[in-house]
């Protein structure tokens, strides 16, 4: 079975701090994609960003980065010098190859303090 | 170009009514999903449209739940009868293909009293 979790429910930050968000994911299949959403007070899910399991090259963009480990089945996102406006629910998610569904996580609710 | 769109944004019913949620994808997206969150659990998969045609319902929870897709355009999900269980936020998101980057909606928020 699939599965995908994210232990932290909540994290508050000062503003300027570093914040990582883990995600930790579970499947048998040898292809699959891994994807990061935020969710903004406004309500829908914005995609942050889409990985194959087959290109372990972490990802930087910005002040957002992500380290995707098979070894130890994480996908972890890490956002530098947060901001006010990175408050938002994230939502890791993993899709098999042979199927659209997404398997999401519980989410982590971010709240960066002024 | 306007993004997914549902309606209604909020809808407060009591248990035993009947409530029908509208997703509008995105236009020339095939492929239209239903997605739902139960208070503060994943998000969870319920149904894949590829155009009219249902791919997958695996995820609808029972027979309360009907989900149409007429002409391949937008899509209805309809509870009936409501259960205080079904309360939520109900999530619809588009994709051009099937393994495509899906796009969501604002979602709409059932609560079932």
């Known amino acids: 079975a699939q599965k995908v979790t994210q232990a932290q429910t909540e994290i508050s930050v000062v503003e300027k701090e570093d914040v990582t968000l883990d995600c930790v994911y579970e499947t048998r299949d040898t292809t699959y994609y891994l994807f990061w959403y935020k969710q903004p007070p406004s309500g829908e899910l914005v995609f942050l960003i889409r990985r194959n399991s087959f290109d372990e090259q972490n990802e930087i963009s910005g002040r957002y980065s992500w380290n995707f480990q098979k070894s130890t089945s994480s996908f972890n996102f890490t956002i530098t010098a947060s901001q006010v406006v990175d408050s938002a629910v994230y939502f890791c998610a993993l899709r098999l190859s042979n199927t659209g569904k997404l398997i999401f996580g519980q989410g982590t609710t971010l709240q960066v303090k002024p | 170009e306007a993004g997914v769109t549902q309606f209604p944004s909020h809808s407060v019913i009591e248990k035993g009514q009947t409530v029908t949620l509208r997703c509008d994808p995105i236009?020339?997206?095939?492929?239209l999903y239903w997605y739902r969150r139960v208070m503060g659990k994943e998000i969870k998969f319920l149904l894949h449209?590829?155009?009219?045609?249902?791919?997958?319902e695996s995820g609808m929870p029972n027979n309360r739940f009907l989900a149409e897709r007429t002409g391949g355009t937008y899509s209805t999900l309809k509870v009936q009868p409501a259960e205080l269980e079904d309360s939520g936020v109900y999530f619809c998101?588009?994709?051009?293909?099937?393994?495509?980057?899906?796009?969501f909606g604002p979602g709409t928020r059932l609560t079932v009293l």
């Open positions: 449209f590829v155009k009219e045609s249902k791919q997958d």
């Open positions: 236009s020339g997206h095939d492929n």
């Open positions: 998101a588009s994709s051009q293909a099937v393994r495509g980057k899906q796009f």
